[in-house]
């Protein structure tokens, strides 16, 4: 029997997640879904096999423990499935001064957002460049900015961006596609883990939604492009950024993350 060959997506059970997995299966892609809640990603996966696709393979894990790429990986060769198409997209962030905020969540950033998403990465990176495949790494418009009131958060997305754009160009000559997906401010269940309040003046800015998110990603996957920023005022907002001095550019970022005036 051939080995199967799926597009691994990480953080399936809700939000964008969800939605990359509908929309690849829609494209016909045989799917690995990982994250933390069973219930919900059997849910979808009887929504997905339900037209007449393959049933995903499920795989439980929580990503920020130290043994759980293994975890991953054993199961996906205990069902004989090489990935071919991988989705880094499992991530949170928390809102508020870094120094008041738990540590161990903190670093749980870091061990979700950065070190599982390198890890996935190695690990499957031999599959990946065999299969010529691609790597479709979420970070978000605050990769672009440090952020004062979600610090950890933003510097965590700078990393995704600065390692997704170099392992573009180291990848490329294998015909390895690395796409980089920025979205911005997005309706899913990031902001309630976030423990951020979402203004109504925000509210206007969440052009898209997590579908229009998803379908960029894999439209931009396809397409082989470099980055995907989705929405045209985020794509103004990451040029003009860089271009203003942080004195300035601080003071605004901890406004929009809902700090007080005394904190900044
Ligand atoms: N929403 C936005 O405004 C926004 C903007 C820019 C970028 N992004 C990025 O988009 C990506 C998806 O976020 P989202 O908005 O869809 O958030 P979401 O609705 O909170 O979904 C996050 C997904 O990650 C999974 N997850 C969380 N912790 C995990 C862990 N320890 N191990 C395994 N899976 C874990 C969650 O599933 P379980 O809880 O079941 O584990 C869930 O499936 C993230 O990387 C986020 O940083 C979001």
Same mark, same amino acid.
């Given at each position: 029997?051939?080995?199967?060959?799926?597009?691994?997506? &990480?953080?399936?059970?809700?939000?964008?997640?969800?939605?990359?997995?509908?929309?690849?299966?829609?494209?016909?892609?045989?799917?690995?879904?990982?994250?933390?809640?069973?219930?919900?990603?059997?849910?979808?996966?009887?929504?997905?096999?339900?037209?007449?696709?393959?049933?995903?393979?499920?795989?439980?894990?929580?990503?920020?423990?130290?043994?759980?790429?293994? &975890?991953?990986?054993?199961?996906?060769?205990?069902?004989?499935?090489?990935?071919?198409?991988?989705?880094?997209?499992?991530?949170?962030?928390?809102?508020?001064?870094?120094?008041?905020?738990?540590?161990?969540?903190?670093?749980?950033?870091?061990?979700?957002?950065?070190?599982?998403?390198?890890? !996935?990465?190695?690990?499957?990176?031999?599959?990946?460049?065999?299969?010529?495949?691609?790597?479709?790494?979420?970070?978000?418009?605050?990769?672009?900015?440090?952020?004062?009131?979600?610090?950890?958060?933003?510097?965590?997305?700078?990393?995704?961006?600065?390692?997704?754009?170099?392992?573009?160009?180291?990848?490329? %000559?294998?015909?390895?596609?690395?796409?980089?997906?920025?979205?911005?401010? @997005?309706? @899913?269940?990031?902001?309630?883990?976030?423990?951020?309040?979402?203004?109504?003046?925000?509210?206007?800015?969440?052009?898209?939604?997590?579908?229009?998110?998803?379908?960029?990603?894999? +439209?931009? !996957?396809? +397409?082989?492009?470099?980055?995907?920023?989705?929405?045209?005022?985020? %794509?103004?907002?990451?040029?003009?950024?860089?271009? !203003?001095?942080?004195?300035?550019?601080?003071?605004?970022?901890?406004?929009?993350?809902?700090?007080?005036?005394?904190?900044?």
């Amino acid at each position: 029997m051939s080995a199967r060959h799926v597009t691994l997506v &990480t953080g399936a059970s809700g939000g964008i997640g969800a939605d990359f997995a509908r929309v690849f299966a829609y494209h016909g892609h045989d799917l690995a879904l990982v994250a933390r809640s069973k219930d919900r990603l059997e849910a979808l996966a009887s929504e997905i096999a339900a037209t007449s696709r393959p049933r995903p393979l499920l795989i439980v894990a929580d990503l920020t423990e130290k043994d759980a790429i293994d &975890t991953v990986a054993a199961q996906l060769q205990a069902a004989d499935a090489n990935v071919d198409i991988l989705v880094n997209n499992a991530g949170y962030g928390l809102a508020g001064v870094v120094t008041g905020l738990d540590a161990q969540d903190e670093l749980g950033i870091i061990d979700l957002n950065v070190r599982a998403l390198v890890d !996935l990465t190695l690990r499957f990176a031999p599959q990946i460049r065999a299969a010529k495949g691609g790597i479709l790494n979420v970070a978000s418009i605050a990769a672009y900015m440090p952020g004062p009131g979600m610090a950890v958060y933003y510097a965590s997305k700078a990393f995704v961006r600065s390692f997704s754009l170099a392992l573009w160009q180291e990848m490329r %000559r294998d015909g390895v596609t690395v796409t980089l997906l920025c979205p911005g401010l @997005t309706l @899913t269940g990031f902001q309630a883990r976030a423990n951020f309040k979402v203004t109504h003046s925000m509210a206007r800015f969440a052009g898209a939604s997590p579908m229009e998110v998803a379908e960029a990603g894999y +439209a931009g !996957l396809v +397409a082989k492009r470099r980055v995907v920023v989705p929405g045209i005022i985020n %794509r103004i907002f990451i040029i003009i950024v860089p271009l !203003l001095p942080d004195a300035l550019i601080l003071p605004v970022v901890a406004h929009m993350q809902g700090l007080k005036a005394k904190s900044m």
